[in-house]
Nanobody, 117 residues
Framework: QVRVVESGGGLVQPGGSLRLSCTAS????????LAWYRQAPGKQRELVAM???????NYGDSVRGRCTISRDNAKNTVYLEIDRLNSEDTAIYSC???????????WGQGTQVTVSS
C-alpha cells in the first residue's frame, strides 16, 4: 500500500495563486499517471490535472491556461499550481497516483482550498 499525503491547502484570496504538494511513500518516477482531482460541495469530483507517462500533462477545462502540474521524482512529489483563483476553485483537492494501467490508484486524504476575501 502506497501512502499519499497532500499539503498546501488553505484560505486564498480571489485572484491569488496556490501551490499544492502530493508526496508518496515510494518512488513514483515510473508511475503511469499522477493526478489531481477536486470536489466542491454538492458537485461531482472532477479532474484538475494529470501527468500521463506516455503522453504528458492534461488539464481540466475549468483550469486550463492557469494551471501547471509538475513533479519532482527525487522527492516523490507531484505539485499543482493554479493562478487567478476564484470562488469556483473552492474545493477539496485530492491526489491520485496510479502505478500501472490495470491497477487502482492510491488516493490521498485531500486538502481543503477555500477562495474567499
Amino acid at each position: 500500500q502506497v501512502r499519499v499525503v497532500e499539503s498546501g491547502g488553505g484560505l486564498v484570496q480571489p485572484g491569488g495563486s496556490l501551490r499544492l504538494s502530493c508526496t508518496a511513500s515510494e518512488s513514483i518516477f515510473d508511475y503511469y499517471t499522477l493526478a489531481w482531482y477536486r470536489q466542491a460541495p454538492g458537485k461531482q469530483r472532477e479532474l484538475v490535472a494529470m501527468i500521463v507517462s506516455t503522453s504528458g500533462p492534461n488539464y481540466g477545462d475549468s483550469v486550463r491556461g492557469r494551471c501547471t502540474i509538475s513533479r519532482d521524482n527525487a522527492k516523490n512529489t507531484v505539485y499543482l499550481e493554479i493562478d487567478r483563483l476564484n470562488s469556483e476553485d473552492t474545493a477539496i483537492y485530492s491526489c491520485a497516483v496510479r502505478k500501472f494501467t490495470w491497477t487502482d490508484p492510491f488516493w490521498g486524504q485531500g486538502t481543503q482550498v477555500t477562495v474567499s476575501s
